[in-house]
């Protein structure tokens, strides 16, 4: 969607007011990452100003794209985790009807409870014992050719119309080393290219297709779950097309959205070597610009929450050569709008005036 006023934003850029300032903190990057060194979410949660505050935390999120709390959050609970998230969307703008996403493969008996031995429809269990389970029938995955982590890099529920605005995971359990997560700077690669590219760039769109679902449901026979955070998020076809540049409503900065990663496809309109080479270039814009690049190393309850309209992430799928590593995080996440471009909308270096 491609919003028709070129002289005004579609949404007005949301503006920090100042109700965070007591928490200590420190940049993880100058460009992307945030981490609060003491903060608890729950006390957050308590607080006599909660809406403000965490409507302020929405705006430092999609500034910086992703933050980290380093505190153990010991005691946030399940419920605790989708209400800040929902509460994080729901301030933030997002369509009235929408809330926390469903998975799709929920119904999966691959699917491992949480730590509590519950499990909820609105919590994606992230462990990688069980993802070998859940997504046995995903093509390429017996393939025998040198590992590719590129292929890691991707926002939430691509494969949705419309897909997540913000996912957070807390880190239920992680080995001493191993299993980092890393964010990459969607509004900063866009930076990086040159205007006409950025120009060419913003007038394409991708097919976000992903069979697995479809396929895994068939071999496990039974139903996928319907509908899916939204009204629009139904049926099983999971083949939407997403803007390759869309606007965050939250700053009305432009990001590189559906140009790279696990959930897309192909670049709609062009010949294959063209797309191809199109996604290799946006692909090796982040392997080349590190400095774009914000890095979790986890600890025991630590959390993180990002805005997936601006920032891709990509875990690190090393804690096999760490015996007896366990790594489990349980991730909710809030469905936002069907991604646009609006015309009103520049880049982050622009709306900063920074060169």
């Known amino acids: 969607m491609i919003a028709p006023d070129a002289t005004q934003l579609t949404y007005k850029p949301m503006t920090y007011g100042g109700s965070l300032n007591h928490l200590e903190f420190v940049e993880v990057t100058p460009i992307i990452g945030r981490e609060y060194t003491k903060a608890r979410i729950k006390d957050i949660l308590k607080a006599e100003n909660c809406e403000e505050q965490i409507r302020d935390l929405a705006?430092?999120?999609?500034?910086?794209?992703?933050?980290?709390?380093?505190?153990?959050?010991?005691?946030?609970?399940?419920?605790?985790?989708?209400?800040?998230?929902?509460?994080?969307?729901?301030?933030?703008?997002?369509?009235?009807?929408?809330?926390?996403?469903?998975?799709?493969?929920?119904?999966?008996?691959?699917?491992?409870?949480?730590?509590?031995?519950?499990?909820?429809?609105?919590?994606?269990?992230?462990?990688?014992?069980?993802?070998?389970?859940?997504?046995?029938?995903?093509?390429?995955?017996?393939?025998?050719?040198?590992?590719?982590?590129?292929?890691?890099?991707?926002?939430?529920?691509?494969?949705?119309?419309?897909?997540?605005?913000?996912?957070?995971?807390?880190?239920?359990?992680?080995?001493?080393?191993?299993?980092?997560?890393?964010?990459?700077?969607?509004?900063?690669i866009y930076d990086r290219i040159s205007p006409p590219m950025r120009e060419f760039l913003d007038g394409l769109t991708a097919t976000c297709a992903q069979p697995v679902f479809r396929s895994a449901c068939t071999a496990g026979n039974y139903e996928i779950m319907s509908p899916r955070g939204s009204p629009l998020n139904v049926g099983d076809s999971f083949a939407p097309v997403h803007l390759v540049v869309r606007t965050n409503r939250q700053t009305g900065w432009k990001s590189i959205f559906a140009g790279v990663g696990l959930h897309v496809t192909r670049i709609n309109g062009l010949y294959d070597f063209e797309e191809k080479m199109i996604r290799d270039y946006i692909l090796r814009l982040i392997t080349l610009n590190h400095d774009c690049i914000a890095r979790m190393h986890w600890t025991k309850g630590a959390a993180a929450i990002w805005n997936n309209s601006c920032v891709w992430h990509a875990a690190t799928p090393d804690t096999h050569l760490v015996p007896g590593a366990v790594r489990t995080g349980i991730r909710a996440s809030s469905i936002g709008e069907q991604p646009y471009l609006d015309p009103a909308s520049t880049s982050r270096r622009e709306a900063l005036g920074i060169s």
């Open 59 to 188: 705006v430092i999120i999609s500034e910086r794209g992703v933050v980290f709390f380093r505190q153990n959050q010991d005691d946030l609970s399940v419920e605790d985790l989708k209400k800040f998230t929902d509460m994080v969307g729901k301030l933030s703008g997002r369509p009235k009807e929408n809330g926390l996403h469903v998975h799709p493969l929920y119904r999966d008996p691959g699917n491992i409870p949480m730590g509590n031995g519950e499990t909820d429809e609105n919590i994606y269990v992230i462990n990688s014992e069980a993802a070998k389970k859940l997504y046995k029938t995903m093509a390429g995955k017996d393939s025998q050719q040198p590992k590719d982590l590129g292929r890691e890099w991707h926002s939430d529920a691509t494969f949705e119309v419309c897909p997540s605005d913000f996912s957070c995971l807390l880190m239920e359990e992680t080995p001493a080393h191993g299993g980092d997560t890393l964010w990459c700077s969607g509004y900063e």
